[in-house]
């Protein structure tokens, strides 16, 4: 009955979306946010989450869509045509991720200074869509890969392998893919953000339930992605498979133009590093300076530029309150600065100290991620040399074994959500149950825990390999073994990744927000680099020693002794977390305007 009602909101507000696409648009600015006449009577923010979950949200969730289903077996992709060995695979795989998780900086700040967020995402669709169609072509066209390898020539490295055109069209997909990353991946979250109003009590509360439902629609994503695209690439065609997320990224630039006429949109500001620059300039040529007891001497613009919370000057890193200190004729007739590189706003101040305040919470997060990339990258080939049978007739993909992990996410969630954090608010009296930093260092602590499990089922699986395998090395042991550590690193990505996004967004100021949000994938992309970093260095080291950890044969390398190496650098980095987080202070003195 419920699903009934909802279902029935629905149509109506499409309808009533499809009416106002055919009237004129008739914008008026309101000095920050701009917007039509439609949309300004849309103020409704339960309705703003359906047209949200109808246009933003779809055209996010068809770009996962397409973008998943390229990652999703691609380590089987490099192995199986284009003849890479385990090291290189995962290499590659490492480097374009980091290169991917390294764009949306980037696009964050074009958002922000220059073009705004609605046509970085634009651009970043298109470039994505051109990514995914060479893709594809790599897969239809016999000239643009390798020949075709027998198992048996595999087995004893004997494939012919790429040359350089062929690698080079490869790499030039994958670059337009991270030009896609990097505009979409920092902008979408923001975007969806700007929809509601946050000076209403309403607007609050449908902000505090969109980061679950964000993540909600990526794990049905994955979940389709890990089960159904894999098996067409594995069992019908590599150019199916590829061209099936073409399609999805089509469908999803289409879907995010047809909401032009009802969205809110956010004029960029410039560029936030020159602004961050000016506070610390001004505060050093006013460094001999002595603060005064009187707030009104700080500079405040005339007139406010957002329609959100503005901060008070604290005294945290009070020496950079001297950006704002008023000397002499530093100040307009009009009321504006006569150089902004002596004399900064105080929200100027307030958001630099916020950016500082975050850094050392962004590194620890680095080094946190360690042991989700393993599981990304080393899985897959564990679940190769594991009995994949599942009953009688059905054969679980090895690129699919992830749907473990997507399944407990599906179930946690929503229990984690109502069920959990209800309890927890009920103790704590704390909104949400637990700080944000509490459900990040929770997170972390499952992460280590899933390397520990990981290195402990790896040791019974290459001893059953080893001594009762077959000549093709598989292990008889089933692949739902590996269920343990999946189910665990769901829970940590639950925790822990829902956790940080939350946090940037939450505190970062609105004008900074798609910086904040590009900081999670920025996390991405150091880890990934380290972890190529530590894979490296560990094949090298351990070469070198006579018993190479990570070989490609994963049954005569010792892969346990690498999770349980991760394990130690995680609980290392887990210490420095809490060293970090005992001495952040949060945003929430909040002055609204």
Not at 537 to 549: E, K, L, P, T
């Amino acid at each position: 009955m419920t699903s009934l009602i909802f279902l029935h909101k629905y149509v109506r507000d499409l309808q009533f979306f499809l009416s106002i696409r055919r009237r004129n648009r008739c914008c008026r600015f309101t000095r920050y946010k701009y917007k039509s006449k439609e949309a300004c009577r849309m103020e409704s923010n339960a309705f703003r989450l359906r047209v949200w979950l109808f246009l933003s949200a779809g055209n996010e969730t068809f770009e996962r869509l397409a973008s998943f289903g390229l990652m999703a077996n691609f380590m089987v992709y490099l192995q199986s045509e284009y003849h890479m060995n385990q090291v290189k695979a995962a290499t590659l795989l490492n480097t374009w991720s980091a290169a991917s998780n390294f764009a949306p900086v980037i696009g964050a700040y074009v958002s922000d200074a220059f073009i705004g967020k609605f046509w970085t995402i634009a651009f970043g669709s298109f470039s994505s869509l051109l990514g995914m169609i060479i893709m594809t072509l790599t897969a239809l066209l016999p000239q643009l890969r390798p020949p075709p390898c027998t198992h048996e020539g595999q087995l004893h490295g004997q494939c012919v392998g790429h040359n350089k055109a062929q690698l080079g069209i490869l790499i030039a997909s994958l670059c337009w893919l991270s030009i896609g990353t990097g505009g979409i991946k920092p902008c979408s979250i923001p975007f969806s953000v700007d929809q509601f109003d946050l000076t209403t009590e309403e607007g609050r509360k449908g902000n505090n339930s969109f980061y679950n439902l964000y993540y909600t629609t990526q794990t049905i994503v994955l979940l389709i992605t890990q089960t159904v695209v894999v098996y067409i690439q594995n069992d019908i065609s590599w150019a199916i498979g590829f061209g099936i997320p073409a399609l999805c990224m089509l469908f999803a630039i289409v879907l995010f133009f047809v909401g032009t006429k009802v969205y809110i949109y956010i004029k960029p500001e410039g560029s936030v590093f020159a602004a961050v620059a000016q506070v610390f300039v001004a505060a050093y040529k006013k460094r001999q300076l002595n603060l005064p007891s009187d707030d009104g001497q700080f500079y405040i613009p005339p007139f406010s530029r957002s329609l959100l919370p503005e901060l008070h000057l604290t005294r945290q890193y009070s020496c950079l309150n001297k950006a704002a200190l008023i000397v002499g004729d530093e100040v307009k007739q009009d009321g504006l600065c006569e150089n902004p590189w002596r004399l900064c706003s105080v929200q100027q101040v307030e958001d630099v100290k916020c950016l500082i305040n975050i850094i050392p919470i962004w590194l620890t997060s680095v080094l946190g991620f360690l042991a989700m990339n393993q599981q990304g990258t080393f899985t897959v080939a564990q679940a190769l040399k594991m009995d994949l049978q599942f009953g009688p007739s059905i054969k679980i993909p090895a690129g699919s074994v992830g749907v473990i992990t997507l399944i407990a996410i599906a179930i946690w969630l929503p229990f984690y959500d109502r069920v959990v954090v209800a309890a927890l608010e009920k103790v704590t009296k704390q909104e949400g149950g637990i700080t944000l930093l509490q459900r990040i260092g929770i997170g972390n602590l499952f992460s280590i825990l899933t390397m520990l499990v990981s290195g402990f089922l790896e040791t019974e699986r290459r001893l059953s390999a080893l001594s009762h395998g077959g000549t093709d090395g598989i292990a008889p042991m089933t692949v739902m073994w590996l269920t343990p550590q999946l189910i665990l690193i769901g829970f940590s990505e639950i925790i822990s990744i829902v956790g940080l996004i939350e946090f940037y967004n939450k505190q970062f100021p609105e004008h900074m927000r798609s910086i904040g949000n590009s900081l999670i994938y920025l996390t991405f992309s150091f880890a990934s680099y380290a972890s190529s970093i530590v894979i490296s260095v560990v094949h090298d080291v351990s070469a070198r020693h006579g018993s190479n950890w990570l070989s490609d044969d994963i049954n005569t390398s010792k892969l346990d002794y690498f999770y349980f190496l991760i394990a130690g650098i995680s609980s290392l980095n887990f210490l420095f977390f809490l060293f970090c987080a005992r001495r952040y202070h949060y945003r929430s003195s909040v002055k609204l305007m």
